[in-house]
């Protein structure tokens, strides 16, 4: 473990629990990174899984925005070849560009996987970040907050379950491997922490019509969680009619609260209301 000073504002917690360290590599290198892989980590502070994932991949590209940790990380790894240190912001990069890269400079490598004990305050972005380039990753497995890793696999029914929810397994299929207590850390977080994993799915979950529409009318109806269905649906503009007929449609009970609502039902009801919307701008036509 280094002796370098954490900074708050870059939400670095760095794992020193050297039993939690060797659960989170065997869950990792055991079944998750061959020696075939390209890995991508994210924020490897002081190296804790940089130095075990570099023997094991083929190559493994370790980005990290504090420049003291860059320099700590390189003086360790000394001449390993099979590794860069990054020193730059991962939501800054272009990341579908860094993987067309790495898979040139690397035609023999097999699947390209992202692992990292991300920042807890910006878990969102970079797994937002990591969906919107779905197509080029096979597998991620990160820390995050126990809470945050709750509702990125919830199920209907729970109360973590939610819009975020909807949006992931839409894209891949997410399950949590094993909490890990915030005493694991340095500095401690306020709050416990989850390894979860994110497989991309090939193709989305259900098939909808209309995919902006889809996600419209789940924004809809989680931002107005305690409201019945019906009247968050309000919301999207569309008239009280057509509303009417996609839930009868769709075999919904406009009262029914969202966290009910499976993602097979909203898929359901989306393309229903995109089939009634249609219906009265016909209708509409037809008057003039």
């Known amino acids: 473990m280094s002796s370098i000073r954490t900074r708050k504002n870059l939400g670095q917690n760095l794992l020193i629990d050297a039993s939690v360290r060797d659960k989170i590599v065997a869950a990792t290198l055991g079944s998750v990174v061959t020696p075939s892989d390209i890995v991508i980590e994210i924020g490897p502070g002081d190296g804790v899984l940089t130095f075990p994932l570099s023997k094991r991949a083929l190559f493994l590209l ?3 925005v504090d420049s003291r940790f860059c320099r700590y990380l390189c003086q360790r790894l000394g001449e390993a070849g099979n590794v860069e240190v990054r020193n730059a912001d991962f939501l800054r990069l272009n990341l579908r560009e860094e993987i067309a890269n790495l898979k040139e400079r690397f035609p023999e490598a097999g699947a390209v996987k992202i692992v990292s004990n991300l920042p807890f305050y910006i878990t969102t972005p970079i797994i937002t970040k990591i969906i919107e380039n779905r197509s080029f990753i096979d597998l991620c497995v990160v820390t995050v907050q126990k809470e945050v890793a709750e509702r990125f696999a919830a199920v209907p029914g729970s109360k ?3 819009a975020i929810t909807l949006f992931l397994s839409y894209y891949a299929r997410v399950n949590i491997l094993f ?21 991309p799915r090939a193709r989305p979950a259900v098939e909808v019509k209309d995919e902006t529409l889809f996600f419209r009318v789940i924004r809809a109806a989680f931002g107005q969680r305690r409201k019945m269905l019906k009247n ?11 509303i009417n007929q996609a839930l009868h449609e769709s075999g919904l009970d406009p009262a029914l609260r969202p966290e009910r609502i499976s993602i097979e039902d909203f898929a359901a009801l989306a393309d229903a209301l995109s089939a009634a919307s249609e219906k009265e701008v016909s209708k509409h036509r037809a008057k003039k």
């Open 62 to 64: 370790a980005v990290e």
């Open 160 to 162: 973590r379950y939610g």
């Open 179 to 199: 909490s890990v207590s915030k005493e694991a850390f340095r500095p401690k977080p306020e709050v416990d922490g989850a390894v979860i994993s994110l497989v």
């Open 232 to 242: 968050s649906l309000r919301s999207l503009g569309i008239p009280e009619s057509a």
